[in-house]
């Protein structure tokens, strides 16, 4: 199916790029390919012209992964770093890349709703790689119907997954502070959690040299939305049109967040930390607890010192009467409507995601597989990789999704929560009119953007 404009018009242009006052927009993108190819299901040579341009991240798909695409499929393959900023202009434009990295978790209803990314349908339809009942079902994050995710269209398709409220811990950190190791039998509570992360700071003087835990995971709206579910609650209304930050279940979580912040042992907004993420400072031996997911695993299948360091544990939970534990992300790949050269793109995809470097993902740790076939693969070689494996199948009968608002980026929402939490950090607000304020920029951001819409 072609589009007679491949472009957007100025309204669904403001509506992807001006997704709410104050929203950072940033995450690349590159020229599209000049040969326009139909936008049929096809497979074959017919297909292998062009240039292909791939979006990415550099660690997931860089020159590396394009060099051996354009080897496995005879297609010229070039990629470039993932830029939001530039992506909408290019889709502004109708002259997008061809494929594009996403976070089927929370892009796809916001990608569908405008109309911006292919229905992969019927390419699945006709997949040699992809059958329908190999498929897992964290995939249908990439689905959405216009109201909700988990049916409708395939949007994209995950690289890999995790349950992302999960915990590594570093052992050499809780033998230094002589404080027990946690057990994998059951989750810890968050009061449990945040009493170890204090008693596992480590400070010189009024200066933090190895942070007890790291409680933001991907980002801090979404982890009190799962904190929120643990509590019994929800934050985003049904018709996924509004937020409530102030039921009694979300201000459990913001006031444990805000608690956590405070002590001043991890990340935060005000002390962030100068790695950006927490793998370097896992590694280096100065983080004890890391919210991540299965996935970050990967770090340490060649590193052997951390290997025997290293041990991953369930969500966290405020009652296990309520146990969740949720995948926010499940990264992967979309194809842009007003690509030009869809069939190569399908081709690159369906390589990258379920041919030999899917396998070769699945081999390294790096996240679950979004095929059932390759879960197989998943490693137990190394005594911390058994382990981990163990812990991850022991979690996966809690796994939960939330469905997220098609009405506003996630950037954006996360913008307003980083400029108030400062002075709610600092005691100048309490909880109450913290959340108060988050609901009242939020909404504002939602029916801004519900109404770009119409």
């Given at each position: ?125 006709k997949s040699t790689l992809i059958k329908a009942d190999d ?320």
């Open positions: 199916m072609t589009t007679a404009n491949p472009g957007l018009s100025r309204r669904r242009f403001l509506a992807l790029s001006g997704a709410a006052a104050g929203s950072a927009l940033a995450v690349g993108c590159a020229p599209a390919s000049s040969t326009k190819t139909p936008v049929t299901a096809a497979s074959g040579s017919a297909a292998k012209q062009g240039v292909v341009t791939v979006m990415s991240q550099a660690g997931e798909f860089g020159p590396k992964e394009a060099k051996a695409a354009g080897q496995a499929l005879g297609i010229t393959v070039k990629t470039v770093e993932y830029d939001l900023t530039k992506l909408t202009a290019m889709l502004a434009s109708g002259n997008p890349p061809d494929v594009v990295r996403g976070m089927g978790a929370t892009d796809t209803a916001y990608l569908a709703a405008r109309q911006v990314a292919e229905d992969l349908d019927p390419y699945f339809a498929i897992d079902p964290v995939n249908d994050l990439w689905r959405f119907d216009g109201q909700k995710q988990g049916t409708g269209p395939r949007y994209g398709f995950a690289k890999d997954y995790s349950q992302d409220a999960m915990l590594w811990y570093n052992s050499a950190l809780f033998d230094a502070a002589k404080v027990a190791h946690p057990t994998s039998a059951e989750p810890l509570s968050f009061d449990e959690l945040l009493d170890l992360g204090k008693r596992l700071t480590r400070r010189q003087g009024a200066k933090v040299s190895a942070y007890g835990l790291n409680a933001n995971g991907l980002s801090v709206f979404i982890t009190l939305c799962g904190m929120t579910a643990s509590a019994g609650g929800k934050v985003l209304a049904d018709d996924l049109g509004s937020v409530d930050l102030t039921s009694p279940e979300a201000l459990r979580a913001i006031t444990w967040y805000l608690d956590y912040a405070k002590a001043g042992i991890g990340p935060t907004v005000l002390n962030p930390d100068p790695n950006g993420w927490d793998g370097p400072t896992f590694q280096a031996g100065r983080m004890a607890i890391a919210t991540d997911g299965y996935w970050f695993g990967g770090l340490f299948g060649s590193d052997a010192k951390n290997a025997k360091l290293a041990h991953l544990l369930p969500a966290p939970q405020f009652g296990t009467e309520h146990r969740i534990s949720p995948c926010y992300g499940a990264t992967g790949l979309w194809m842009p409507k007003a690509g030009k050269n869809k069939d190569a793109a399908w081709q690159v995809m369906e390589w990258f995601l379920a041919g030999d470097p899917a396998k070769t993902r699945a081999a390294g740790g790096w996240g679950i597989p979004p095929l059932k076939s390759l879960q197989k693969l998943m490693p137990q070689t190394q005594p911390f990789q058994k382990e981990a494996y163990q812990v991850q199948m022991a979690e996966q009968k809690y796994f939960s999704v939330m469905t997220f608002t098609p009405y506003v980026r996630l950037d954006a929402i996360d913008g307003v929560i980083s400029r108030e939490l400062p002075k709610a950090i600092k005691g100048t607000v309490s909880p109450a009119q913290f959340a108060d304020s988050l609901n009242g920029q939020i909404n504002a951001q939602l029916a801004d953007g519900k109404k770009r819409l119409r």
